[in-house]
């Protein structure tokens, strides 16, 4: 009985197949785009993963439904696969849909399939498969591991035997940058694409990272970074450690030169510019020290820091204040005033003598003043006469000059007076 259920499916097999082959001789003779009624769909599929591909029919009339591979080898002929690749394997089947899937696909399964419909005339749609080939890991290289400020470099990323050819992107941080690619076609339409991208770095591109971008359908986010290590010269910046305000004489100053830089600065110097160092001057690396200052030190103090690249300096410049100069009030003005004078390298002092001259001048014109009003009062003055005295040039004596004065007195007898 199993014989004979064997023998029976193998002579069904080899009809199809017969069957297939005498109606596939004569649709290839009569193929009509007219009148369309089988439905299918192109297909993208990333090498190595599965394929669906579909055979539709929007109407049909027990009509029977076969595909072919671009070989014109039958696939499927209804539910049966002649074809010996077990990569195709039957998802449905029905009246109006045969659905298969092709598994592990390679770039030889790549072409137009054939979705048959034995009609009156014979019917035909097209599935394109397009097997996309990822790119291997993107290679960056770098024309020189270490770059000095000011200097360009060149950086290359490489996307290795993909289909189609990637594309290559460049950023730097967040800043796009555009670089120049060139493509080298390989075998079965594969490509191997190289982008170049030169750029001059700065200082604050220390640490920065340049990050190379694949764009290819069959990837995401397939990238690769470089972090810049970029030298630059030193930063030079002079400190005052003492005194707090201004450098009065007698004082001690201490200045501290401190410097960074890529490499650190294997070098700091001490020089006073167009003079010595004062007689009272001690240097320990980065630091000055003065002691007992006077005036006679005034002048501008550099420090130099160099390392690998190049050198930089800071400048402070000294100015020795009398020891009972204090600080001026904090006004615009003064503050400006200050500032301008630190940068011209000679600060103006406040004047004492202008100061004195000016009140002299106020105290002579105020005795200018006194002597002109006592002199003017002194022309000025009256002659006046006592009540006493009024009548007394026509009196004979004294008595007679108090009686004869006006408003003389009725009553002299009663207030004479009597000397003793």
Known sequence: ???????????????????????????????????????????????????????????????????????????????????????????????????????????????????????????????????????????????????????????????????????????????????????????????????????????????????????????????????????YKPEVQIVVEFPEGLTREGENLELTCKAKGKPQPHQINWLKVDDDFPSHTMISGSDLFIENLNKSFNGTYRCVASNLVGEAYDDYILYVYDVLTTTPPPTTTTINAFQDSRADGAPQKIDHAVIGGIVAVVVFAMLCLLIVLGRYFARHKGTYFTHEAKGADDAADADTAIINAEGGHNNSDDKKEYYI
């Open 1 to 231: 009985m199993a014989s004979s259920g064997l023998g029976s499916h193998s002579i069904s097999l080899f009809f199809y197949v017969f069957f297939a082959t005498f109606l596939h001789k004569g649709a290839a003779q009569n193929i009509s785009v007219q009148g369309q009624n089988l439905v299918t769909n192109n297909v993208s599929v990333v090498e190595g993963e599965m394929a669906i591909i579909s055979c539709r029919v929007k109407n049909n009339d027990d009509s029977v439904i076969q595909l072919l591979n671009p070989n014109r080898q039958t696939i499927y002929f209804r539910d049966v696969r002649p074809l010996k690749d077990s990569r195709f394997q039957l998802v449905n089947f029905s009246d109006n849909e045969l659905l298969v899937s092709l598994s592990n696909v390679s770039l030889s399964d790549e072409g137009r399939y054939v979705c048959q419909l034995y009609t009156d005339p014979p019917q035909e749609a097209y599935a394109d498969i397009t097997v996309l080939v990822p790119p291997g890991n993107p290679i960056l290289e770098s024309r020189e591991e270490i770059v000095s400020e000011g200097n360009e470099t060149e950086i290359t990323c490489t996307a290795m035997g993909s289909k189609p050819a990637s594309t290559i992107k460049w950023m730097k941080g967040d800043q796009p940058l555009q670089g120049e690619a060139t493509v080298e076609e390989l075998y079965d339409r594969m490509f191997t694409v190289t982008s170049r991208l030169r750029l001059t770095v700065s200082k604050e591109d220390d640490g920065v990272a340049v990050i190379c971008i694949i764009d290819h359908p069959a990837v995401k986010d397939f990238q690769a970074q470089k972090y810049l290590e970029v030298q």
